[in-house]
């Protein structure tokens, strides 16, 4: 029985820190999420992808200024497109991007910048991101969405403030 | 195919009487054949896509065959993470653990009835797979809209695993009935475990084929709904991996310690594990929806939590199974806290398979905590990272592990030894060192911005940075076509040119803490069947039911292929 024993020390050793390990991760997941504010997308609202181009603010994709700083962009995805194609703010601004889908999933994705969504017909995505550093950050299409899945990419231009 | 050698006698904790389990060998061979067959056109198109990475686009030379970039990336990931995986467990399980019970399955019948139906799925979603009429990816979003005999074969398949399921179960019934009191034979256990996690898990698949995507696909319905069936996808499609990676499991705890010349550290803590697999595996999917919308983002993180949970059984693996490796290696001679590893016998190509993909895998798990990190999954979601991740859990974890049994199955099977012991021993550690590179370039891109599932040698905005890991990922790409091509060579000579006798295959190890130190709810279902349900619901419900109330199945479907 003392083998037995000596197995049960060593598994104790081992499950102790395995236990620790998982939650300190949890840990320093929690601090990221609600000490520096880095969130997921979440729960916005549906839109009928069949009337999309007849519904605010999908009816008018495009940039629009709210506040000193503060941009909101609408944006469709189709295949195999986004539109506005180009967005171009002030360094230093924050964008709210809403985004829908037109046909099939599409995904939008800004290396670098914290902006990672899928783009589902049927729903309404929101993610805001800073952009601080001037400089061309190309947005891409990242989920198969077709034969021209590659070419389906845009831009935001982030210009120095003057 | 009927490769049926009489079997090797039933060892372990199973007792010594040698039943016939002829049937359940060709069986065996039978599955093993279709998993083969898709693995070959996996590596196949594999190659075309490592290579358009690297700039060289093969793709015009193929046309007949292969329309297109994406065309190629379906059939690659279709038959490699779905058939070659799905077809080797449903014949491997059954085999080991009827073994294990030292008793033929229950029902024989139903058996080839099994794999018949599973063979007539397959087929059927092959024809407009192979066709370019189902050029959806092995997840299938719509309204991406195949046609509609790839979804109903490839339901055939998941009830085919069904029938599995309910023939080891019967087969558990008749064993219990003459051995009341006797805990379960390790290896059935784990198989039965691994059965009962899949047939719980795939009913979200098996829903989403059922309700949405099969009566759209035949024109029953009018629409779909994206999100609704992303989510029914991935309630199976996260567990579905440790259903690909248990069955490495069981081999690493069941059969490689003795493989090594030792014996396995501890039963009871190998039960604890893939008990805790069946109960915490499928409550955490949305860590593939982290960046959905329609989702709230409490219920992300509580699937994130779920997910760190599950990283628990996997670390006792690490320990439990690192612990028996070590117990043959000393075993042979191995002194200090390292350097027995190198007492391994690394001659033996079985097992140097599995050691290797155990190294490789450990990365895989460290990759995987980073995916499951809630917004740190933000860098690397849907880029190239992700099937650098993939390559390492089901292309190297399991596939590696899975050539490694072979390398003894096989000769069982057809009674002939192994042709080319040093060259199947080249074959695995090509694996290993190609895969590292591949995987490697494909992590590098993806926390540089490349998106996954891209054609990114005809994409215009390729950046400066990712130009030198590119020609990386077509290099290992080779490497592990190199390996692939030896692999099948070794297999088909040992059918063909073998001529010495298949030696003993490996036997079920004894372990150091036997079962008779698991206390008896480690042997029970169930508890931990009732707990996976209360998981489940805790973590799916009100998501699911909210979904299933508020969706109207109205978004119409595309072919933009």
Same mark, same amino acid.
């Given at each position: 029985m003392k083998r037995g024993t000596t197995i049960y020390l060593y598994e104790l050793a081992w499950i102790l820190p395995s236990i620790a390990l998982p939650v300190g991760m949890l840990v320093a997941l929690a601090v990221t999420a609600f000490g520096a504010g880095i969130h997921l997308p979440s729960e916005v609202g549906r839109v009928n992808p069949l009337h999309v181009a007849a519904t605010p603010p999908f009816d008018a994709p495009g940039v629009k200024q709210i506040a000193p700083g503060q941009y909101e962009v609408g944006m469709l995805a189709q295949i195999w497109s986004f539109t506005p194609g180009e967005i171009r703010v002030p360094a230093g601004s924050t964008v709210h991007f809403w985004v829908t889908s037109k046909d099939v999933v599409h995904g939008l994705f800004i290396p670098h910048a914290n902006v990672n969504v899928m783009v589902l017909p049927g729903q309404i995505a929101h993610v805001e991101a800073r952009f601080d550093r001037p400089g061309e950050y190309p947005m891409l299409c990242h989920e198969y969405c077709g034969i021209a899945h590659h070419t389906m990419a845009g831009k935001v231009i982030v210009e120095p403030r003057s | 195919?009927? &490769?049926?050698?009489?079997?090797?006698?039933?060892?372990?904790?199973?007792?010594?009487? *040698?039943?016939?389990?002829?049937?359940?060998?060709?069986? $065996?061979? &039978?599955?093993?054949?279709?998993?083969?067959?898709?693995?070959?056109?996996?590596?196949?198109?594999?190659?075309?896509?490592?290579?358009?990475?690297?700039?060289?686009?093969?793709?015009?030379?193929?046309?007949?065959?292969?329309?297109?970039?994406?065309?190629?990336?379906?059939?690659?990931? =279709? +038959?490699?993470?779905?058939?070659?995986?799905?077809?080797?467990?449903?014949?491997? +399980?059954?085999?080991?653990?009827?073994?294990?019970?030292?008793?033929?399955?229950?029902?024989?019948?139903?058996?080839?009835?099994?794999?018949?139906?599973?063979?007539?799925?397959?087929?059927?979603?092959?024809?407009?797979?192979? @066709?370019?009429?189902? %050029?959806?990816?092995?997840?299938?979003?719509?309204?991406?809209?195949?046609?509609?005999?790839?979804?109903?074969?490839?339901?055939?398949?998941?009830? @085919?695993?069904?029938?599995?399921?309910?023939?080891?179960?019967l087969t558990y019934r008749t064993w219990r009935r003459a051995n009341p009191g006797r805990r379960t034979p390790l290896a059935a256990f784990m198989s039965l475990a691994t059965f009962a996690m899949w047939a719980i898990a795939s009913l979200g698949l098996a829903a989403e084929m059922l309700f949405m995507?099969?009566?759209?696909?035949?024109?029953?319905?009018?629409?779909?709904?994206?999100?609704?069936?992303?989510?029914?996808?991935?309630? %199976?499609?996260?567990?579905? =991996?440790?259903?690909?990676?248990?069955?490495?499991?069981?081999?690493?705890?069941?059969l490689a310690p003795r493989q090594a010349g030792g014996k396995l550290f501890s039963d009871p803590l190998a039960r604890t594990s893939f008990l805790l697999f069946l109960v915490l595996s499928t409550p955490l999917g949305f860590h593939h929806q982290y960046t959905d919308p329609g989702i709230h983002r409490g219920w992300k993180l509580l699937h994130a939590f779920l997910t760190f949970a599950v990283f628990f059984p996997s670390l006792l693996?690490?320990?439990?199974?690192?612990?028996?490796?070590?117990?043959?290696?000393?075993?042979?001679?191995?002194?200090?806290?390292?350097?027995?590893?190198?007492?391994?016998?690394?001659?033996d190509p079985s097992l140097a398979a599995q050691v290797l993909a155990m190294l490789l895998f450990t990365f895989g798990g460290v990759g995987g905590l980073i995916n499951a990190s809630y917004n740190?999954?933000?860098?690397?979601?849907?880029?190239?990272?992700?099937?650098?991740?993939?390559?390492?859990?089901?292309?190297? &974890?399991?596939?590696?592990?899975?050539?490694?049994?072979?390398?003894?199955?096989?000769? %069982?099977?057809?009674?002939?030894?192994?042709?080319?012991?040093?060259? /199947?021993?080249?074959?695995?550690?090509?694996?290993?060192?190609?895969?590292?590179?591949?995987?490697? /370039?494909?992590?590098?891109?993806?926390?540089? @911005?490349?998106?996954?599932?891209? $054609?990114?040698?005809?994409?215009?905005?390729?950046?400066?940075?990712?130009?030198?890991?590119?020609?990386?990922?077509?290099?290992?790409?080779?490497?592990?076509? !190199?390996?692939?091509?030896?692999?099948?060579?070794?297999?088909?000579?040992?059918?063909? &040119?073998?001529?010495?006798?298949?030696?003993?295959?490996?036997?079920?190890?004894?372990?150091?803490?036997?079962?008779?130190?698991?206390?008896?709810?480690?042997?029970?279902?169930?508890?931990?069947? *009732?707990?996976?349900?209360?998981?489940? !619901?805790?973590?799916?419900?009100?998501?699911?039911?909210? +979904?299933?109330?508020?969706?109207?199945?109205t978004t119409p479907g595309f072919r933009v292929w």
């Open positions: - | 195919m009927s &490769a049926g050698a009489p079997p090797g006698p039933a060892t372990g904790d199973a007792g010594a009487l *040698a039943p016939d389990l002829g049937v359940e060998s060709r069986q $065996m061979a &039978a599955y093993l054949a279709v998993a083969l067959g898709a693995l070959f056109g996996g590596v196949v198109t594999g190659l075309l896509q490592a290579l358009e990475h690297a700039g060289i686009n093969l793709y015009p030379w193929v046309t007949p065959f292969i329309a297109s970039y994406y065309h190629g990336l379906t059939v690659h990931g =279709v +038959l490699n993470v779905l058939v070659w995986t799905t077809f080797f467990i449903c014949g491997f +399980l059954p085999y080991i653990a009827t073994r294990a019970f030292g008793l033929p399955l229950a029902r024989r019948g139903l058996a080839w009835l099994t794999f018949w139906l599973m063979t007539s799925g397959l087929v059927l979603a092959a024809i407009p797979l192979v @066709g370019n009429a189902a %050029t959806v990816m092995f997840t299938f979003y719509p309204p991406l809209r195949a046609h509609w005999a790839f979804y109903v074969g490839l339901t055939l398949v998941v009830l @085919g695993t069904w029938l599995v399921t309910l023939n080891l179960v995507l099969i009566p759209w696909s035949l024109g029953l319905v009018a629409g779909t709904d994206a999100l609704l069936a992303r989510t029914l996808f991935w309630f %199976t499609g996260h567990p579905i =991996v440790y259903f690909w990676l248990l069955p490495a499991y069981i081999s690493w705890y069941t693996t690490f320990f439990n199974v690192t612990a028996s490796l070590e117990s043959g290696a000393r075993a042979r001679g191995g002194k200090g806290w390292v350097a027995w590893f190198g007492k391994l016998p690394w001659g740190l999954n933000l860098i690397v979601h849907n880029t190239a990272w992700i099937p650098g991740h993939l390559h390492l859990t089901v292309g190297t &974890a399991v596939t590696l592990t899975f050539m490694g049994i072979t390398y003894w199955l096989v000769p %069982t099977l057809c009674g002939r030894a192994l042709w080319g012991r040093r060259v /199947a021993l080249v074959q695995v550690w090509l694996w290993f060192i190609g895969m590292a590179i591949f995987s490697h /370039a494909m992590h590098q891109l993806g926390l540089l @911005g490349a998106p996954r599932r891209t $054609m990114l040698g005809a994409a215009a905005y390729v950046q400066p940075e990712w130009k030198a890991w590119l020609p990386l990922v077509g290099f290992g790409g080779a490497i592990l076509f !190199a390996s692939s091509l030896l692999y099948f060579l070794i297999l088909v000579l040992t059918l063909l &040119a073998s001529r010495r006798p298949a030696p003993a295959p490996p036997e079920f190890a004894e372990a150091m803490s036997g079962p008779d130190h698991s206390p008896p709810i480690l042997d029970r279902w169930r508890p931990w069947l *009732a707990l996976a349900a209360v998981l489940i !619901a805790i973590a799916y419900g009100p998501t699911l039911l909210h +979904l299933i109330a508020t969706t109207p199945l």
